[in-house]
């Protein structure tokens, strides 16, 4: 059973996971919005000015991280995610720490001993919006609900301390395109046309670290979805999907198992490094399209024992989302088996 039960959550509902989280919180238009909010807070309050944050993640935080003047610290993970040992015994009092919740799942790490040093913790739940536990040990913590939900955009941030309101307003070229493409999406237009219109709208995003309000139609949107059902539909295609692969296999789950509180963003996979993009434009060319989490930026750090480029260049992740039935699963995975891989 999935850890929230909701029905009808909204904005004002008391039902609504956010209501209660945290004293402090605004709703903006994406992830990287809510980063740099949270970073200008630490600043601002604190006057922290260096961030702890992983090998393995989103080019885009480097990027709001410097656009903020804030410096970096890189630290490393094993090819399970799991941070490495000692990884993060230079953080210090008065640094920030980003804990990623990867792919829906909560990530397990013992951060009373950094809140104990006087590290600042931003946990970054972007692809865990809907997972239990989340936010709860953080001074701050933020959630993408465009990425669970048709919202065309949409983030939530949560914080210990009063955070800066000053947000510039909605890009509603951006909302534009995204709503035209999840209409031609959802009337089954060739996927080229939607494609199009998605890279659009994230190449706008790419050139715009300004942190926007929310737009009014994803609050509205919002109050409409069902947050338990989408929670259950996506840990049951995951269930599905994952019985096929086996850790041994050609196609391994980076996960071997799924929490109760997990409410995956994907099923994601490890590949024969000669593999995966072949697979990949197999699946493509069949209709699955698959992300990469993550291509890493040129220039990322080699530390000793990480193994972010080991995984960037192997890794997959299988759409398992709410649009989709256990008879989609079966189709991805008779594809895979297609694809000459077994
Ligand atoms: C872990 C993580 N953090 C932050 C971000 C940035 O979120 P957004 O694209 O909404 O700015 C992403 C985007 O995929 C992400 O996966």
Redesign the pocket.
Known sequence: MPWLSLKQPGEQNDDNPWSSLKPYSQWL???????SVALRSLRKIHGCNRIWIPTF??P??RE?CLRNSFSIEYYSLDRNLNILPGALDGAGTGDAFLW???FGFFSTYPVERLLDRGVWIVE????SALTGGVGKNGNFV?Q?L??FTPLP?G?YLGSDFPLEDKLESVDSEFIALRLKGKKLKAEQAPDREYLELFERS?AL?DADYFPRSMSAVSKGMLKTQNLSQIIEKRRGNYLHLSQFLNSSGPIRPLFSSLPDSAAP?GLPVVLEQSQRNRVRSFLAGNGIYCAI??LLAPGAPQLPGDEASWLSERILTLPIDQRYSRDDMEYIWKTLKRSGLD
């Open positions: 238009n994406t992830g990287r919005s809510a980063l993640v989103c885009c935080i709001t990623v919740h990867y970054d739940a972007v692809q933020f993408s465009r990425k955009d983030a994230e995003l963003l989490h993550w």
